[in-house]
Each structure stands twice: as C-alpha cells, then as structure tokens.
C-alpha cells in the first residue's frame, strides 16, 4: 500500500502563485506514476498533469499547460506542483494520485492510489 499525503493549498487571487506537494509513504518502490487531478464542484475528476520518472515522460492537461509545472528535482516518492497565472476556473479540491506499473496516472479509473485531497481556491 502507498499513502500519499498533499499539503501547500489555500486561496489565491487571480494571477497568484501556489505550489503543491504530495509526500508517498508505504510501498514507494512499486510507484510507476505520479501526477496530480482536480475536481470542482458539481464536475467530474481531471487530469491536471502527471510523471513516469523511469520515462522522463511529463503531461499536462491544455487548460494548465505553460502554467502549471512538475518541478524536476522532485525527489522519489514526492510530487511538487508549482502552479502560476492561476485563474477563478482553477478553483478545485486537488488530489495526488500514484499508479503500479500497469496502471496511469492519466485517468481516474486507472490510478491505484489517491490522496485525500486539498482545496485550491482563485478568486477573481
């Protein structure tokens, strides 16, 4: 079992700063994947970006691209979420999630494991 753990949210004005991190416990060897998603109200759970650290291979969703990035010297088992120019539309409760080889880290249904969650809010 992994337990994944976010802290770093809160409220921001728009075009404000907020970084996120997520720290994995428990059996991180088995981690594949990392990335993070959000869900606002009344919506269903998004993509917002993910990693494969053995890849190199790094996604974004369009809505946060050139916004949002992963840092790279995130060290192994934790998730760094530097997110800029953030905008009303970001208001969302945002979860870290983690993947076993064979699961993704791209789709809800896919992802193995997930944080509790943690409340961003931009307001306009």
């Known amino acids: 079992q992994v337990q994944l753990v976010e802290s770093g949210g809160g409220s921001v004005q728009a075009g404000g700063s907020l970084r996120l991190s997520c720290a994995g416990s428990?059996?991180?060897?088995?981690?594949?994947?990392m990335g993070w998603f959000r869900q606002a109200p009344g919506k269903e759970r998004e993509e917002v970006a993910s990693?494969?650290?053995?890849?190199?291979?790094?996604w974004y969703a369009g809505s946060v691209k050139a916004r949002f990035t992963i840092p790279r010297d995130n060290a192994k088992s934790m998730l760094d979420l530097q997110m800029d120019s953030l905008k009303p539309e970001d208001t969302a409760r945002y979860f870290c999630?983690?993947?076993?080889?064979?699961?993704?880290?791209?789709?809800?249904?896919?992802?193995?494991?997930w944080g509790q969650g943690i409340q961003v809010t931009v307001s306009s």
């Open positions: 990693t494969y650290p053995a890849g190199g291979r790094t």
């Open positions: 428990g059996d991180t060897p088995g981690i594949w994947c």
């Open positions: 999630a983690a993947a076993r080889h064979g699961g993704s880290c791209r789709a809800p249904a896919s992802v193995h494991y």
